[in-house]
């Protein structure tokens, strides 16, 4: 069964109680694992406006007969907590019920998936019942987000969004979350689902799109934020102003960084070995060694090789392995210049997130596709796909000059 990813504005709209007809896809289709418990795979539902109430919430598959036998504890919890959404709009009340709604849709996804893993779907289910319990009994739920069932905590940057967010928030003068109490809650639940499946369900094959989606949805919650309210008028300065002691400064905050690296200038099409590297891939590379020396606080580094579509081997994994191999030898080649490589993985996207798709396929003199055509319009369909022959290093931590 094929299962899409829904950008955040879906998620959000989902969650005020509104449907838009213009969402669409932000990662590629994912396959999913066979047979009962072997996992799950990153999904979210597709809206159509003629389905039921109770088939419209995210993490659901695409087909709506799968919905009708869904458990009744799903049905229950949904009708609370869209009687709470009818309630007047209140600070930070909006802000419970969108992470009752997100934490809902979780469970719904993992009991779809028939995923177990550290009793995921009673965690997350637990979470939304606390907090529909404790609005209906008119108790504060908290603004703490748990890590459930061992998830790692991913993108200290994203969650520390999420908490700047929701630290000035007060019942006297409001706060930024008053503005933006959906998309943080949303945000924060997503983080939670990626640590969830980078821990669980995979490794960051499975975590990338919920990571992808909490940077949406973060971003937008700072846009969405309350302005502050204009500044006092300053009290004249006294002929002799008292001292003031010094601040520290504030804390450095963690950055995310990704570097594409062009394939074309590291290797030839279809080589992928360190001593088949080109000299201006070597130069390129000789670069980065020196700027991965000037950082520090790096916890994590990710490089993965991409491909392009075209595959003349007859393996239909070649382009796999031929990404994979790519990003080892950067990898490799980084090492041997004395860059750190001891918290780096590898991965491999193979073919399947290019950037460039709209290049023509050339045609012989007899009308038929690339195998009659010509060695230059090949090599001119080669040149078009370029971009998509490409090394990204990603760099998680605190990120700066030493």
């Known amino acids: 069964m094929k299962h899409t990813t829904l950008i955040a504005t879906a998620l959000l709209t989902l969650a005020c109680g509104c449907f838009t007809a213009n969402a669409q896809n932000t990662t590629a289709p994912s396959n999913a694992a066979a047979g009962g418990n072997a996992g799950t795979t990153t999904t979210e539902s597709v809206l159509k406006k003629n389905l039921p109430p109770v088939n419209l919430q995210p993490g659901q598959p695409t087909d709506p007969n799968l919905r009708v036998t869904e458990p009744a504890q799903f049905v229950e919890l949904q009708a609370r907590i869209a009687k709470l959404k009818a309630g007047a709009s209140m600070c930070p009340r909006d802000y419970h019920v969108a992470k009752a709604q997100a934490w809902l849709n979780f469970s719904r996804d993992q009991y779809h998936e028939r995923a177990w893993q550290k009793d995921i779907q009673t965690t997350t289910f637990g979470e939304a019942r606390r907090i529909v319990d404790a609005l209906e009994a008119g108790q504060d739920p908290g603004l703490d987000t748990p890590l459930v069932s061992d998830a790692q905590k991913l993108r200290p940057d994203l969650w520390a969004i999420a908490q ?50 909490a940077e949406d949805l973060c971003a937008d919650a700072q846009r969405n934020q309350c302005k502050p309210p204009p500044p006092p008028e300053q009290p004249k300065v006294p002929e002799t102003p008292p001292k003031i002691p010094p601040q520290e400064p504030p804390p450095r905050e963690p950055r995310y960084e990704k570097i594409t690296l062009a394939a074309g200038a590291l290797f030839k099409h279809g080589q992928s070995a360190i001593d088949q590297m080109l000299p201006a891939g070597r130069n390129q590379l000789d670069e980065l060694v020196a700027k991965l020396k000037e950082l520090k606080d790096v916890d994590r580094m990710v490089i993965t090789g991409h491909a392009d579509k075209t595959n003349s081997s007859g393996d239909p994994a070649f382009n796999d392995k031929l990404s994979l191999a790519r990003a080892s030898t950067v990898r490799s080649y980084l ?65 700066e000059k030493r």
């Open 164 to 213: 700047k967010i929701k630290a000035d928030l007060s019942d006297t003068k409001g706060g930024p979350l008053c503005c933006a109490q959906t998309e943080t809650a949303f945000c924060e639940v997503q983080l939670v689902w990626s640590g969830h499946a980078l821990a669980n369900l995979g490794g960051w094959r499975r975590a990338t799109p919920h990571v992808r989606m």
């Open 335 to 399: 090492t041997l210049k004395g860059a750190d490589m001891s918290r780096t993985d590898v991965a491999s996207a193979g073919d399947r997130q290019p950037v460039k798709t709209d290049c023509p396929v050339p045609k012989g003199s007899n009308g038929v596709t690339a195998g009659k055509a010509t060695a230059r319009a090949m090599q001119a369909y080669y040149d078009c796909l370029q971009p998509n022959r490409r090394v990204e290093l990603e760099i998680f931590g605190t990120v």
